[in-house]
């Protein structure tokens, strides 16, 4: 008899034989059926990911329309009013949308003014230049806001987030131009070269203080030797950061930041003459 056969029923020999035949790998079939298994998973994950991309196009094409109609509906609003123009922007990278990536990106393909703010960055640069003499290339935000509006065609209102913007869109030019935050004061700096950790720090107690530093001053808070102190505000002196006062007898002399003292005297009420006299 085959040996099969000869097995007793529930023997502990056929219970072994069954078990040893149970952990075999599968036969040629089972690898053709595993093989079949996973092409048809594959099969329908393609499908699932082309569907999805299809859904996916769809969306977008629908924001898009979206974002047009309403573009075109506010056009007049969204270039005159910079509060509205700011909740479109947000509106826009809410939807997953730059309107600033290129110059022939959303805004030059929805509303036509797709040099909007490249031109704003212009003028904004332009500011900076005409008043480096002043202030060496450190122009307060505010104090920037006012000659842009200045130039600008009557009802062609900015705010500071459309300057913030327009800066953004100088980044192609270097590190040379951008917003810094000094003492709670945002400033717009056009300098060949970025600060180091001791003049950024000296500006940034010059902008507590009103506009004005000096070496004393630094050696008071931050505990630095003189000579380091001195080589802080020598950095600006040298780039022509800063005018210099030394009609002060208590101090050696006091490096002031033009634009920094401006716009403190504005919303002081300080006459420029009394904080910037002898100050060159």
Not at 75 to 93: G, L
Not at 140 to 162: I, N, P, W
Not at 249 to 271: H, Q, Y
Request: proline residues 3%; neutral net charge.
């Amino acid at each position: 008899q085959p040996f099969v056969a000869s097995l007793q029923a529930n023997s502990p020999l056929s219970r072994i034989f069954l078990a040893v035949i149970m952990r075999r790998g599968p036969g040629i079939a089972g690898l053709i059926k595993n093989k079949e298994t996973k092409n048809t998973m594959g099969a329908v994950g393609e499908r699932l990911e082309n569907t999805q991309l299809s859904s996916a196009k769809t969306q977008l094409q629908s924001l898009r329309a979206a974002l047009t109609e309403f573009a075109q509906k506010h056009r007049d609003r969204i270039n005159s009013d910079p509060q509205f123009r700011r909740a479109f922007c947000e509106m826009c990278v809410a939807a997953g949308v730059d309107p600033l990536a290129s110059s022939k990106g959303l805004w030059d393909e929805l509303l036509g003014v797709g040099q909007f703010y490249n031109e704003l960055a212009v003028q904004v640069l332009t500011a900076c230049l005409r008043t480096r003499d002043v202030n060496g290339g450190l122009l307060d935000l505010g104090e920037c806001l006012k000659l842009v509006q200045a130039s600008r065609a009557a009802g062609q209102f900015v705010d500071t987030e459309d300057i913030s913007r327009a800066v953004d869109c100088l980044s192609a030019l270097g590190r040379g131009v951008g917003i810094r935050l000094c003492g709670g004061r945002r400033l717009v700096y056009s300098v060949p070269d970025e600060l180091s950790a001791d003049p950024s720090q000296a500006l940034e107690v010059a902008a507590s203080l009103g506009g004005k530093i000096s070496a004393d001053e630094l050696v008071r808070r931050f505990g630095w030797t003189a000579e380091r102190a001195d080589a802080a505000l020598t950095h600006f002196v040298r780039e022509g950061l800063c005018w210099v006062d030394t009609q002060d007898e208590a101090v050696d002399r006091w490096c002031w930041f033009p634009s920094i003292a401006l716009a403190a005297m504005d919303r002081n009420g300080t006459p420029a003459g009394t904080m910037l006299e002898g100050a060159r």
